[in-house]
């Protein structure tokens, strides 16, 4: 198969070649992430964070586990209610220490306010009570301006109660557009509530998957207030995991997916469903290189693998409207992933040198 690889990739490149030659004077301003937290139990990660070039080290912030009752003034961080994980102001820390911004990943709402379910990944009934809790962390961490609300909501259990939709579908029936409806809503009260804190604060939200219960264009077409209106936002996010290659060009995925290849045509949506340009944030991106629990797919061998990792860095980076590529782990944790750059006997994959030199 990789024959036919080595031909899609090389009319791919071209194409790319000529977006790099339109690509606006932006497009220097793109920049690698890194997802953490470091390995439990393992040597600092940072100086590898730093020598791969990562300016954006991305964490998540789980509202269930901070705040198990309901606080009596939600958006003070010394509310009693509020538990703040231990080690994240650390984290912190040692990101500024290397020279990168902290992403905070928000989401998980707690039972009392999810109408008492216990399971991860259930939405708030009120958007307030989502924005009045970012508040509250945004004031816990101050030196952290890049904000992420919620991730992969439009992915099966990540935002229930939701209704699926087959990718066919242009009309979505009320019950469907529920869950993209209150996530229009949490994510403009969040943005309200972190730019009244600070101008700074960057507002990253949609934050689609490849695919899910509703692709990425029937959620995006649908992020909409009751009064009509698209949600504010600074930055679109998404995560296009791939199992083809990574360049601009190629027909458009099947069954609604948005995989790397398709990030043109999710940027044109951003355009009409927003109504204006909005930088896209792809969070989350990695390359498997085996057998994994998480995937359906891998790439082999590593030398492809590589080029792979080679071609989405640089594809993105001449893109003009993308900000910033995270990559989803540092280190390999089979049988779950084999999306690190690093073997779990610590031998570096061809990936980390890939990755570190583009």
Request: proline share 9%; hydrophobic share 40%; charged share 15%.
């Amino acid at each position: 198969m990789w024959h036919r690889y080595w031909r899609v990739a090389r009319r791919a490149a071209l194409l790319a070649g000529l977006v790099a030659a339109l690509a606006p004077a932006g497009a220097s301003a793109f920049q690698k992430g890194i997802w953490g937290p470091p390995t439990p139990g393992a040597v600092n990660e940072f100086p590898l964070y730093r020598a791969l070039g990562v300016k954006i080290y991305e964490t998540t912030l789980s509202w269930n586990q901070v705040a198990l009752t309901k606080p009596a003034d939600p958006t003070s961080p010394s509310d009693p209610a509020y538990t703040w994980p231990d080690g994240l102001s650390q984290q912190i820390s040692q990101a500024a220490r290397y020279g990168m911004r902290v992403l905070l990943e928000v989401g998980n709402a707690p039972a009392w306010a999810d109408g008492g379910h216990s399971g991860m990944g259930w939405a708030p009934r009120d958007p307030r009570a989502y924005a009045q809790f970012i508040e509250a962390a945004a004031r816990e961490y101050p030196r952290v301006h890049l904000w992420m609300i919620w991730g992969e909501p439009n992915r099966k259990g990540d935002f229930r109660p939701e209704v699926p939709a087959r990718y066919s579908e242009t009309t979505l029936t009320s019950a469907q557009k529920r869950a993209p409806h209150l996530y229009a809503q949490i994510l403009n009260d969040a943005y309200g509530a972190l730019k009244h804190l600070s101008a700074r604060n960057v507002v990253i939200g949609g934050d689609t998957y490849t695919a899910g219960l509703l692709d990425p264009q029937q959620w995006l077409s649908n992020l909409v207030l009751p009064d009509g209106r698209p949600p504010r936002m600074s930055m679109y996010g998404h995560d296009p995991f791939s199992y083809t290659v990574p360049l601009f060009g190629a027909p458009p995925s099947s069954y609604g997916e948005v995989q790397f290849s398709d990030l043109p045509r999710l940027e044109a949506w951003t355009k009409e469903y927003l109504g204006h340009a909005v930088p896209l944030f792809l969070s989350s991106f990695c390359v498997p290189t085996a057998p994994n629990r998480t995937f359906n797919f891998y790439i082999s061998p590593p030398s492809v693998a590589a080029r792979w990792v080679k071609d989405a860095l640089l594809t993105a980076r001449r893109a003009g409207y993308i900000y910033a590529l995270g990559w989803a782990t540092l280190r390999d944790s089979l049988p779950l992933s084999s999306c690190g750059l690093i073997q779990q006997d610590g031998r570096r994959k061809p990936d980390f040198y890939a990755f570190g030199h583009n």
